[in-house]
């Protein structure tokens, strides 16, 4: 496990050791990660919903795929050729 040290001012320090006796945390380390853990859950639940409501999905099928693969494939040879041409 990875460490990362922070820095509080006193009143912040107050605060979270008494989030960890009020919270049943035993250390200020677990009451930290439980904040990070949350914070990346939020994250996660804002992008699927953000995906969710884009708009209508696509079907990923097999000519979707081989058209994305064309145009790939297309772009990577018009990029080489540029390339090409200021050499």
């Known amino acids: 496990m990875a460490t990362l040290n922070i820095s509080l001012p ?3 320090r107050e605060f979270v050791d008494k989030q960890v ?6 250390t200020a380390s677990e009451y ?3 904040l990070v ?6 994250s996660l639940e ?3 919903l953000e995906g969710l409501n884009s708009g ?3 079907v990923a099928d097999d000519k979707f795929w081989a058209e994305r693969r064309a145009k790939l494939i297309a772009a990577h040879a018009n ?5 090409i041409h200021r050499a």
């Open 56 to 58: 209508p999905g696509i």
């Open 79 to 83: 990029r080489s050729k540029s390339k």
């Open 46 to 48: 804002a992008k699927l």
């Open 21 to 26: 006796a009020k919270g049943g945390y035993s």
């Open 37 to 42: 853990r949350k914070a990346a859950r939020d």
């Open 10 to 12: 006193d009143s912040l």
């Open 32 to 34: 930290m990660r439980e």
